[in-house]
């Protein structure tokens, strides 16, 4: 019995890694269930984008003037 009690710092070790982990465990649970309930919002508002695209072959003089 006395091996029990002079190992107390043991137990407190524990005790504290154990209410890390449950403490961790439900903050993370708090956080899963919030994400959840809230609607989804755009961050930035979807614009039609314009992309305009130019075709450079080996003759043409915009290509001989760039090398």
Known sequence: M???TS???VRL???TVTLL???GVSASCI???CRK???PVETFPRHPC???VIGIDSDSTA???VT
Do not use: P
């Open 63 to 65: 290509h001989s003037t």
């Open 21 to 23: 982990l449950l403490s």
């Open 2 to 4: 006395s091996d029990l």
């Open 50 to 52: 314009d992309l305009a």
């Open 31 to 33: 956080k899963f269930c």
């Open 7 to 9: 190992l107390w710092y």
């Open 13 to 15: 070790i524990l005790l």
């Open 37 to 39: 309930k809230r609607l």
